[in-house]
C-alpha cells in the first residue's frame, strides 16, 4: 500500500519569504499523480499543484513550484513571496495512474502560518 | 459550473443512532469519493463509487455503507453511530485521474 509522509506539523514564515514543505512517498508503482492541497480555514479543499510521475519537469503554478525527486520519493511545496491568504493547512497527496479514478492517498498535513 | 455540494453542513446525532450525509457532484463527473477528516489523523479514504458501483472502500467497518445513484450523487451512511465517528467528511467528484474537486463537508458530531 501506498503512504505519504508529511514530518513537518507546523511551520511559519513572514509575508513575503519563501518557505518549503517536506513530503516523502512510498510506492513500488511507476505511474502515479503527486498533488499539493489547501485546506483554508473555510475547510474547502483546493488544488494547488500536480506533478505527474513520468514528467520530469518540476511542475510551477505562479508563486507555487515543487521539486520532484522521483528516485528519493520526494515531493516538496515551494511558496515564494508568502501572502496572508497563504496560512492554511496543506496536504501532499498520492493518487496511482492504475486502476482508473483511484483514491488520492493523504499525509497527515502542515500546518502553516504566514506572520505579517 | 456549480461545484460539488454536500448537505447538511453539520450534523447532530446521538450515540447509536444513523446518519445519512449527501453529496452531488459536478455535472458531468462520475466518480465520488468519500474522506473523513478526524481530528489529527488526516484524510482518510471511506469509499469510492464510479457508474453507480462501489469500486473501492478504505479500511472503514462495514456500518459505513453509500450509494451513488443514476444522476452520481451519493450518500453516505453511518450506522450504529460511535464517538469516534465525529469528523469533517468530505467528498469528492472527478472524471480523470489529474484532479478530485472537493465539496465543503459535513460535520458530524456525536454525542
Known amino acids: 500500500a501506498q503512504t505519504v509522509t508529511q514530518s513537518q506539523p507546523e511551520m511559519s514564515v513572514q509575508e513575503a519569504e519563501t518557505v518549503t514543505l517536506s513530503c516523502t512517498y512510498d510506492?513500488?508503482?511507476?505511474?502515479?499523480?503527486l498533488f499539493w492541497y489547501k485546506q483554508p480555514p473555510s475547510r474547502q479543499m483546493i488544488l494547488v499543484i500536480r506533478q505527474e510521475a513520468y514528467k520530469q519537469q518540476n511542475a510551477t503554478e505562479n508563486r507555487f513550484s515543487v521539486n520532484f525527486q522521483k528516485a528519493a520519493k520526494s515531493f516538496s511545496l515551494k511558496i515564494s513571496d508568502s501572502q496572508l491568504g497563504d496560512a492554511a493547512m496543506y496536504f501532499c497527496a498520492y493518487r496511482s495512474g492504475l486502476g482508473g479514478n483511484t483514491p488520492l492517498v493523504f499525509g497527515k498535513g502542515t500546518r502553516l502560518s504566514v506572520i505579517a | 459550473e456549480a461545484g460539488v455540494t454536500q448537505s447538511p453542513t453539520h450534523l447532530i446525532k446521538t450515540r447509536g443512532q444513523q446518519a445519512t450525509l449527501r453529496c452531488s457532484p459536478i455535472s458531468g463527473h462520475t466518480s465520488v469519493y468519500w474522506y473523513q477528516q478526524a481530528l489529527g489523523l488526516g484524510l482518510q479514504f471511506l469509499l469510492w463509487y464510479d457508474e453507480g458501483e462501489e469500486r473501492n472502500r478504505g479500511n472503514f467497518p462495514p456500518r459505513f455503507s453509500g450509494r451513488q445513484f443514476p444522476n452520481y450523487s451519493s450518500e453516505l451512511n453511518v450506522n450504529a453511530l460511535e464517538l469516534e465517528d465525529s469528523a469533517l467528511y468530505l467528498c469528492?467528484?472527478?472524471?480523470?485521474?489529474?484532479?478530485?474537486?472537493f465539496g465543503p463537508g459535513t460535520r458530524l458530531t456525536v454525542t
Open positions: 469528492a467528484s472527478s472524471w480523470t485521474v489529474y484532479e478530485q474537486y
Open positions: 510506492t513500488s508503482e511507476s505511474d502515479y499523480y
